[in-house]
T-cell receptor, first 112, second 110 residues
Framework: NAGVTQTPKFQVLKTGQSMTLQCAQD?????MYWYRQDPGMGLRLIYY???????DKGEVPNGYNVSRLNKREFSLRLESAAPSQTSVYFC???????????FGPGTRLTVT | DQQVKQNSPSLSVQEGRISILNCDYT??????FLWYKKYPAEGPTFLIS?????DKNEDGRFTVFLNKSAKHLSLHIVPSQPGDSAVYFC?????????FGAGTTVTVRA
């Protein structure tokens, strides 16, 4: 089992460009999450999907959109990247029946 | 407003000694509290958890203590080992979501 996989690992964008971060899990988990990690801020929840077919905003959703494509995949889209979106992005999944979340290796995004 | 706070950004401890990491929270609705460990260039990995109805949970070298009246929890690592050098995040669970603290970087000195 690969667990939670994320692509790409690194990305550099110019201000105004768009891109989609991909996330997939092979653990048959119901819930999936997108976080960003910034120095001194810990992990902040951007969006989550408690179950297939549903998505909800987290703490910092502005400038992002998500798609729960199927039970395995949950993508995060930046429509018009801004330097403030420079961060490390983590995807996570959870069975949904308990609290534990499993994290992917992260995507390091730089917006210039 | 941050609901989970880790007020110590860093901790340095000698190998073999005890590491104590602290965490405070504000939301009394949290059901579970968790500690995650993170190495550079990797995702966080689950370490240990405690239910809000317990006051202690132990797993090998790791023990988590919960003081609900003070809204405070702590992680004890005994004895500390070089492989414990990492960033430790405190997290609290409610309604499908985890709220994280800012993290404490632990360095174990030989």
């Amino acid at each position: 089992n690969a667990g939670v996989t994320q692509t790409p690992k690194f990305q550099v964008l110019k201000t105004g460009q768009s891109m989609t971060l991909q996330c997939a899990q092979d653990m048959n988990h119901n819930s999936m999450y997108w976080y960003r990690q910034d120095p001194g801020m810990g992990l902040r929840l951007i969006y989550y999907s408690a179950s297939e077919g549903t998505t909800d905003k987290g703490e910092v959703p502005n400038g992002y959109n998500v798609s729960r494509l199927n039970k395995r995949e949950f993508s995060l889209r930046l429509e018009s990247a801004a330097p403030s979106q420079t961060s490390v992005y983590f995807c996570a999944s959870s069975p949904g029946t308990n609290y534990e979340q499993y994290f992917g290796p992260g995507t390091r995004l730089t917006v210039t | 407003d941050q609901q989970v706070k880790q007020n110590s950004p860093s901790l340095s401890v000698q190998e073999g000694r005890i590491s104590i990491l602290n965490c405070d929270y504000t939301n009394s609705m949290f059901d579970y509290f968790l500690w995650y460990k993170k190495y550079p260039a990797e995702g966080p990995t689950f370490l240990i958890s405690i239910s809000s109805i317990k006051d202690k949970n132990e797993d090998g070298r790791f023990t988590v203590f919960l003081n609900k009246s003070a809204k405070h929890l702590s992680l004890h690592i005994v004895p500390s080992q070089p492989g414990d050098s990492a960033v430790y995040f405190c997290a609290a669970y409610n309604d499908y979501k985890l709220s994280f603290g800012a993290g404490t970087t632990v360095t174990v000195r030989a």
